[in-house]
Each structure stands twice: as structure tokens, then as C-alpha cells.
């Protein structure tokens, strides 16, 4: 079965083919950051638009590159939720026309269970059972993973999640938007221990997280330093801010793993590309005899392909996953418990 995926939550047009057989076979992504950079964030109305005048295009670059027609295309997955209402609608609207046209099913898709999947395609995807680390910029989350839509959540953020902190915290220090890899190239040239902030909910007992106040401490740092900030103090603060974040990541993760008696580590989400965290995960891990698996780095940010691929585990699992009525909404706001089976 060959399904073509469609990912448009946000901010990044992702489109994909996913051959049930061959595995993946095509993935093109445009992202809007340059268009956004101006405004200091993600400008809902403006993202709709151009999700509008990309996918068309997108579709055509993957077809021509995994040598296909729409009409070789079996089933189309589309991101219905979470994320902003305009765009999830245009993905949305899109799958159910050109699967109108083509006579074929539509299989809506939750974009979390896709980032938690996204690990499973690369070439040494890791097995089940797992720990998993979901980390982007809006949610923040562990969770026991069975088997396929077998999820169970061990610990969640109660307010910031971790990419929305590197986002505001960017901002405060007067780095350009996404505030994730502006932060964390900033912080290389940081000097450690300069400034004390926070690791909020370390030693809550639970695995639950909170940046919100990690998110405070840096702005208290900021207004004392009145308007007079060099580059030096802004490196050392984010290597602070760094530091701080990928502490309460490894110690959460860690104690999740040894919860749950199980040794696979999984991390997924846009955060999961950062250079600090990977290399605290992984040596922490070596330390403990655990394992740690990413996605592709071209995978940890939103894409069609982890959509592709978790439109057809809903197919495989279950057949009547499968719409042909193409009357569809979005879920803006979605629990990731809606999908799980257990």
C-alpha cells in the first residue's frame, strides 16, 4: 500500500510516501521560519497562506522523486490535530479533495503519535517496549510505549513546554526566532556556572516537568542586568538556561526508565535535535547500560513522512481506520489519549 502523508500544523509544509513494502520512499518539506523570523514567532494567518500555495508543489517534487502518479497512491494520512486551526484545514482539506478524486481512503492522524513514531524510521529503529521523550515546542512529555497506539503517559509538563521555554527565553536574550538552535549555538560559547537558575520539579518525586519558572528566573536575570548586555553575558546566560533544561530532561528520563524497568530511551519532538541534550542523554545512558534512539535529524521537526508512516500503522492495525465519507474537521486541541489503546 502506498500512502502519501500530508503535515501542515504548523509552521512547515511536509509531504510524504510511504511505501508499506519498501518503506519510505519520498519526503519534501518546505519551512516557513524566514517568513516568520520578522515577527518574532509563528503568525497563524500568514502560515495558512502558505501552507496553501507549497502543498501543491510538494506533492508534485515527492511523486516525481519516488517516480509515482496520484493515481499509484492508495490512502492519503493528514495531520487533523493538534495545532493551528487554519492550518491543520488546509492539510485536512487537501487529503479529502485529492482522495475524492482519486476514489480513495483517508486516514486522519494524530501529529504527537507521529513525532512518537518518527524514530521507527530511521535505519536502526528501536523495538518495542520504550521509554519515550516527547519534546517540542508544545508539548513535553514521557511516555511507556508497548506497541503501536499501546501509550501510556507517565509525566507531562503542567505549563511551559520545553521548546516554548528555548522560544521565550530566545526572545528575552534578543535572539532570532526558532528560539531552540539560536540558544543552543549561543550557549557553546557560554561559560558554565556563571549564573544559578533554576531546575524546576527535580525532585518533585513525580515525572511530571515545569519550565515556566526557568522561563521567569532568565527574564529577573535580564532586567538586573539593565539595558547594557553584551554578548558575553548573553552566552553564559543561555549556557545557564541549557544546562538547567537538559538536567531536568536526563534526570526525568532517567527515572522513567528505571520505572518501568525497561532500558530504551526514544526521543522525539523538534528539542530532540539539540546538541546538549543528545550528548547528556547518551552519556548518561552508556553510564546506566540504557539506549537512546533519535529520529533522523531531517524527522525531529514537523514532517510528512512521520505521518505517512503513522497513517499507515493505522491502516495495518486497523483497516477501518479508513474514511471515504471525506466529510472532515481539525481538533486544534487534541489529547494524545483519544488514540491510545491502553
Known amino acids: 500500500m502506498l500512502v502519501l502523508g500530508i503535515e501542515s500544523s504548523c509552521d512547515e509544509t511536509g509531504l510524504a510516501l510511504y511505501d508499506t513494502e519498501a518503506g519510505l520512499l519520498s519526503h519534501a518539506l518546505h519551512s516557513q521560519i524566514a517568513m516568520h523570523q520578522e515577527y518574532g514567532g509563528v503568525v497563524p494567518e500568514l502560515a495558512s497562506r502558505d501552507h496553501i500555495r507549497r502543498a501543491l508543489p510538494l506533492l508534485d ?20 490535530g493538534p495545532g493551528l486551526a487554519g492550518a491543520l484545514l488546509v492539510g485536512a482539506s487537501l487529503a479529502n479533495a485529492l482522495a475524492f478524486a482519486l476514489d480513495i481512503p483517508v486516514v486522519p492522524v494524530h501529529h504527537l503519535e507521529g513525532h512518537l513514531l518518527s524514530p521507527l524510521l530511521s535505519a536502526d529503529p528501536p523495538a518495542f517496549p520504550f521509554v519515550a521523550l516527547l519534546v517540542s515546542g508544545g508539548h513535553t512529555q514521557l511516555m511507556e510505549v508497548d506497541g503501536f497506539a499501546h501509550y501510556r503517559i507517565l ?21 532570532s526566532y526558532p528560539g531552540g538552535p539560536a540558544i543552543s549555538r549561543m550557549a557553546e560559547f557560554g561559560i558554565p556556572g556563571q549564573y544559578k537558575l533554576p531546575r524546576p520539579m527535580l525532585h518533585s518525586g513525580n515525572l511530571d516537568f515545569s519550565f515556566s519558572g526557568l522561563k521567569t528566573a532568565v527574564l529577573t536575570q535580564v532586567r538586573n542586568a539593565g539595558t547594557n548586555i ?3 553575558y548573553k552566552a553564559d546566560l543561555a549556557r545557564a538556561f541549557v544546562d538547567a533544561i537538559v538536567e531536568v530532561l536526563v534526570a526525568k528520563s532517567l527515572a522513567a526508565l528505571k520505572q518501568t524497568h525497561l532500558k530504551t530511551l526514544v526521543v522525539a519532538g523538534g528539542v530532540g535535535a539539540n546538541s546538549q541534550l543528545r ?9 546506566r547500560g540504557y539506549r537512546v534512539h533519535y529520529p533522523e535529524l531531517a524527522f525531529c521537526t514537523d514532517n510528512g513522512a512521520m505521518i505517512a508512516f503513522a497513517g499507515a500503522m493505522r491502516l495495518k492495525h486497523w483497516p477501518q481506520t479508513a474514511d471515504t465519507r471525506y466529510e472532515y474537521t481539525v481538533r486544534p486541541r487534541w489529547d494524545l489519549a483519544d488514540v491510545m489503546l491502553t
Open 61 to 80: 517534487q515527492v511523486l516525481l522523486e519516488a517516480a509515482k502518479t496520484r493515481q499509484d497512491i492508495d490512502a492519503i494520512a493528514y495531520t487533523q
Open 155 to 175: 509525566g507531562e509538563t503542567l505549563d511551559d513546554a520545553a521548546g516554548e521555554a528555548f522560544d521565550k527565553t530566545a526572545k528575552l536574550l534578543g535572539l
Open 230 to 232: 553584551c554578548d558575553q
Open 279 to 287: 550528548e547528556a542523554l547518551n552519556s548518561a545512558a552508556r553510564q
